[in-house]
């Protein structure tokens, strides 16, 4: 089956700066990776995803890039803001024949210092 | 518009009890699907509904089991309830039309057992 790798597990940078998150997926197969920020005691929330024809999509601060030959995929936040501070997860998915099984990985506490 | 609603949002049961939690999807959402969040830790799949059928079951005992009704809603059921089973139980709900992949995540349901 399909194995997300994600790192770092924390990141902690200062209001203002960038931040990148980064994750391998094991199964060829999977075309579809979205990344989801999940804040303590709620829902995971979807704010970017990218399809495997693709290979970078942008969000205003959010950015994806996917490489297939290399099987990892990256989430770049950009002029970060305190409020960016929560656990983002990613995840790998094959979309196809009615199957939606997301495989996540574990998660980055993202934390944004004043 | 409703979204995903999930019931109840808490509850404590003792090992080796039963639990049924329940799950509404999005009005027009066909699939169904169960993840299990323990602490600290991304989301698990646990079972995939499409059109009241099995399309998926993720690495679980058989003390899981699912079923999903007419009306899309589903049932997610854990028998000889163990400490370990502790953990947010999250229901996602999908249109599973052609190219529709964007999962969309209930509150979740906080199950302690004790």
């Known amino acids: 089956g399909e194995n997300v790798e994600q790192h770092p597990s924390t990141l902690s940078v200062q209001e203002g700066d960038s931040a990148v998150i980064k994750c391998t997926y094991s199964?060829?197969?999977?075309?579809?990776f979205p990344w989801y920020k999940q804040e303590l005691g709620k829902r995971p929330q979807l704010i970017i995803d990218?399809?495997?024809?693709?290979g970078e999509k942008k969000d205003q601060r959010i950015a994806v890039t996917l490489n297939k030959t290399a099987k990892h995929f990256s989430l770049h936040i950009t002029e970060t803001q305190p409020e960016d501070s929560a656990v983002y997860f990613c995840?790998?998915?094959?979309?196809?024949?009615?199957?939606?099984?997301?495989?996540f990985g574990k998660g980055t506490k993202l934390s944004v210092i004043p | 518009d409703a979204g995903v609603t999930q019931s109840p949002t808490h509850l404590i049961k003792t090992r080796g009890q039963q639990v049924t939690l329940r799950c509404s999807p999005i009005?027009?959402?066909?699939?169904v699907s169960w993840y299990q969040q323990v602490l600290g830790q991304g989301p698990q799949f646990i079972f995939q509904?499409?059109?009241?059928?099995?399309?998926g079951r993720g690495n679980f005992p058989d003390r899981f089991s699912a079923r999903q009704f007419p009306n899309y809603s589903s049932e997610l059921n854990v028998n000889a309830l163990l400490l370990g089973d502790s953990a947010l139980y999250l229901c996602?709900?999908?249109?599973?039309?052609?190219?529709?992949?964007?999962?969309?995540f209930g509150q979740g349901t906080r199950l302690t057992v004790v």
């Open positions: 996602a709900s999908y249109a599973a039309g052609v190219g529709d992949t964007e999962a969309f």
């Open positions: 199964d060829s197969a999977s075309n579809y």
């Open positions: 995840a790998a998915h094959y979309s196809g024949a009615g199957s939606y099984q997301l495989t």
């Open positions: 990218i399809r495997s024809n693709v």
């Open positions: 009005s027009g959402h066909k699939s």
């Open positions: 509904y499409y059109e009241k059928e099995e399309r």
